[in-house]
């Protein structure tokens, strides 16, 4: 689902790449912890998927294709199939949870009937179903985040990316947000969460890729967030 192929990124004007000669494969369906100190390469990984940036060399091929080679207006297309949830939410404010799920929708023009059913059953799928007339400023974090996952996979996109999704989160309200992500991968969806997080990548053993410095030190199948032999 997402492959890169020897790729190095270097920021105009940096005289180290932030990313470098990286090659690796995430299939379908898997769940994958993305793991390096501040400054490691994390977020220009995440940049390269959603073709926010080319690599500098090599090649990124999100569902089989190399994003490098798509014209403009192909990468809307593009990025709605990839989910994305921040550490800080980015809700619309003032907004219900209802209608911030809803909004991402009506932009890219789905019918009223689509949203009508698509909306519910991706709040159910959080645990909000009966929460979608809240503004959701009144929500505690956790619920926000929530909100935000619904909103990223409510189009059912292959691919959802968490950028330190439980950074602003409680450890009690961080477990139920992993709960979330779980049941959003065993229903297919490939996701890649990058955390600092080291108790809960070491509760899920899932894979663990760890970047350091801009190279791929580590992928680990079942892995902890520190390196243990
Ligand atoms: P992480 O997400 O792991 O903190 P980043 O991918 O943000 O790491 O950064 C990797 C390296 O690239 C760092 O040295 C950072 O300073 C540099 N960098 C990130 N974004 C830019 C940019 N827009 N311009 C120049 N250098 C950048
Ligand atoms: P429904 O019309 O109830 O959504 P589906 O067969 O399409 O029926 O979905 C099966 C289940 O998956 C439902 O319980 C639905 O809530 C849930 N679901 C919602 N959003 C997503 C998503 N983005 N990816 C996978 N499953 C989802």
Redesign the pocket.
């Known amino acids: 689902m997402i492959r890169f192929d020897n790729v190095s990124k270097k920021y105009p004007g940096q005289t180290r790449a932030a990313l470098r000669n990286v090659t690796l494969d995430i299939d379908t369906g898997e769940f994958v912890f993305l793991v390096g100190r501040s400054g490691s390469g994390k977020s220009t990984f995440v940049r390269l998927v959603l073709r926010e940036l080319r690599p500098t060399r090599g090649a990124v091929l999100v569902d089989g294709r190399d994003t490098s080679g798509l014209p403009a207006w192909r990468v809307p297309k593009l990025r709605r199939q990839i989910?994305t949830v921040f550490q800080d939410f980015r809700l619309l404010p003032g907004k219900t949870v209802r209608e911030n799920v809803a909004f991402a929708l009506q932009v890219t023009g789905y019918s009223r009937r689509d949203i009508r059913?698509?909306v519910?059953?991706?709040l159910?799928?959080v645990g909000l179903a009966d929460k979608q007339d809240r503004l959701t400023d009144e929500l505690s974090g956790g619920e926000q985040q929530r909100v935000a996952i619904?909103r990223a996979?409510?189009?059912?996109?292959k691919i959802l990316i968490a950028d330190e999704p439980t950074g602003n989160l409680d450890p009690t309200t961080s477990v139920g947000i992993m709960k979330v992500l779980d049941r959003?991968n065993r229903?297919?969806?490939t996701v890649v969460m990058a955390t600092h997080d080291s108790t809960i990548v070491d509760q899920l053993r899932k894979r663990v890729i760890e970047l350091d410095d801009g190279d791929l030190v580590r992928d680990q199948g079942k892995g902890t967030y520190g390196y243990q032999a």
């Open positions: 989910g059913t698509l519910p059953a991706s159910e799928m619904a996979v409510v189009n059912r996109p959003i229903l297919g969806t």
